[in-house]
């Protein structure tokens, strides 16, 4: 494993320059390969060491990374030891490189790379996501889908990582919506339909007292007396307001379960109703709560105290608002489940929210907030479904499903397959996922359906053909897998191109976890997979002898375990058929 590389070069660099091993395993990093071409397997970064202090700041770097190279003895782990522009290259023995990446898949191959000492530096305590988050009665549209698959990609991250994690949906299930539905239910609002189509009936009421109440003052009057019902709880109002919200809850776990996203507790704006007013009684005992030109109460942001930035946290007519409630959701939190770090999963235009969310809890004497974070998104643009513009994200599942069973009836590669609709809803969810998470999270991107299915080119289709095929390859060599197997008979390019990449695998994990973001594991799978590609051509398994059969499947049977592990963490469930 790669940990066992980096302890090693990091043992003989310690001896040499009479430091901690320790202190050299920030600076060594396995090289990214490319195909074909043959390469070292690690480098160490002299920069790196110069900003650390084992090695002086001054003076001519190039001429410190030739001494050091200089001074530095082959072994029977490193083969070859060469001075680059700025790095120390070192070649790790061919048969041991193929050994001890391999060994782990003899007995725990889902912890492949993940006991490695590169997280140990990681504060493995509580993280709480709060991700999805939609509205009720409001369309669950493209950036929910973003924020739910961001969300989950993350808490599986760092569940597996070592963290214990708690998953969270914060529902938008208040405020003055609920007015607008409450009042538009008694008059466009029916029963029935109600049963029928839960999520879709809601809307419409929604989009229908919406349009009415432009032009009716009356209207407008209604959904602000319901608010201010509720507000009061009011029993005809909160019993109203409840069906309304398990109706929602249990519609959206539907879906939820067709992406495999889980939550271990759905909140909501409502649970924190009462806890906001608290909030405002502690603004006001601080001096921190203004009242406006308008009457409104605020909380003075701005730097020199002049009002010229503030922040809203009650309506005039003394009803709370979404920052008000967040603030009482942050406190509530931390008391209950005493977290270490809390991570907000939102599109970008909600960053000046948060942005005073954590300004205005240090005011209050949270000292905690430093630990909260926004991870911002970018938008999706032109998502829409055959049927039209894109309302709830079902649609957009069934049509990925649908497109996708369409295009595997085409393929000549099909297997016959058990349940094609569950292949295909797998396949459809990975291309989605893959779509979205190949670049920076913060850019907005175009949805483009056809791009996103291909089976060639870097897709999620892709990562679950490379995955099914290799799946394949084990089942028919069943009786060809061995336990022991000899490392001497992979030491073609073509396998060793595979193993370096490998030894990469928890340093894109931990890059991951410093930044979150998804792109630098799918485009390390993406990359696994075109290697593997290569191998299935050149490293035939079928026609060969027994034992170098048997190192083959070993090394197959090896990337398959990453794939499958990688993908998971993704949010990808891998089919071993299609």
């Keep these: 494993m790669a940990c066992f590389f980096r302890r090693s070069i990091a043992e003989k660099l310690g001896r040499t320059l009479q430091q901690s091993e320790d202190a050299f395993i920030p600076a060594l990093s396995a090289v990214p390969v490319f195909k074909k071409q043959q390469s070292a397997d690690f480098k160490l970064s002299i920069s790196t060491l110069r900003v650390s202090g084992i090695l002086p700041s001054s003076g001519d770097i190039q001429l410190q990374t030739e001494n050091l190279a200089n001074q ?44 490695s000492e590169l997280f140990n530096t990681l504060n493995r305590g509580t993280t709480l996501v709060e991700y999805s988050s939609p509205n009720i009665a409001k369309k669950f549209h493209a950036g929910h889908l973003r924020s739910t698959v961001i969300g989950n990609f993350i808490a599986n991250l760092k569940q597996s990582l070592g963290h214990s994690v708690i998953r969270m949906n914060y529902l938008g299930d208040w405020g003055m919506q609920f007015g607008m539905l409450g009042a538009g239910f008694g008059q466009f609002g029916c029963r029935e339909k109600l049963k029928q189509n839960p999520l879709q009936h809601l809307f419409e009421v929604y989009v229908q007292v919406n349009k009415e109440a432009e032009h009716n003052e009356d209207l407008k009057q209604a959904a602000r007396d319901f608010f201010r019902q509720l507000e009061q709880h009011e029993s005809e109002a909160v019993s109203l307001w409840k069906q309304f919200r398990e109706i929602t809850v249990d519609e959206y776990q539907h879906v939820y379960k067709r992406l495999g996203v889980n939550f271990d507790v759905y909140s909501g704006e409502s649970f924190h109703q009462d806890q906001a007013q608290e909030v405002v009684q502690q603004l006001q005992s601080r001096g921190l709560l203004k009242t406006s030109e308008r009457g409104t109460g605020v909380v003075d942001l701005s730097p020199a105290g002049d009002m010229s930035s503030v922040c809203t946290v009650l309506r005039s007519d003394g009803t709370t608002l979404y920052i008000t409630r967040d603030l009482a959701a942050a406190i509530d939190r931390q008391e209950k489940y005493h977290f270490d770090e809390m991570i907000y999963v939102t599109d970008k235009s909600q960053a000046n929210h948060f942005h005073q ?14 630990r909260c974070q926004h991870v911002p998104f970018g938008l999706v643009r032109g998502m829409k479904t055959r049927s039209g513009e894109v309302v709830f994200l079902e649609d957009v599942l069934d049509e990925a499903r649908a497109r996708m069973l369409h295009n595997m009836s085409q393929s000549k590669t099909t297997k016959e397959l058990e349940n094609p609709e569950d292949t295909a809803e797998k396949v459809g969810i990975s291309a989605l996922i893959v779509q979205d998470f190949k670049g920076p999270l913060q850019s907005d991107y175009t949805f483009d359906w056809d791009r996103m299915l291909q089976a060639q080119g870097d897709t999620g289709v892709f990562l679950q053909y490379s995955h099914a095929r290799l799946c394949s390859l084990i089942r028919r060599n069943e009786g060809a897998q061995a336990a022991i197997f000899d490392p001497s008979l992979l030491l073609e390019q073509t396998s060793v191109t595979i193993l370096q990449h ?7 994990l931990y890059q991951s976890a410093q930044d979150l973001q998804p792109k630098h594991l799918v485009n390390f799978l993406l990359k696994l997979c075109h290697l593997i590609a290569s191998a299935h051509r050149e490293l035939p398994v079928k026609g060969s002898s027994e034992d170098v059969a048997q190192a083959r499947l070993r090394l197959f049977s090896g990337a398959c375990s990453v794939l499958a592990n990688g993908m998971r963490i993704l949010g990808i469930t891998p089919v071993d058929k299609m």
Aim: hydrophobic share 45%; glycine share 8%.
């Design 357 to 370: 969310l954590f300004q205005i809890l240090p005011a209050l004497g949270h000292s905690w907030a430093d």
């Design 502 to 508: 490998l030894l990469r695998y928890d340093e894109v």
């Design 72 to 115: 530095l003895k082959l072994d029977s782990l490193v083969e070859e030891i060469s001075a680059g522009s700025g790095v120390i290259n070192f070649k790790v023995n061919r048969k041991l490189l193929v050994q001890k990446m391999l060994e782990p898949f003899g007995e725990e191959s889902e912890k492949f790379g993940l006991n």
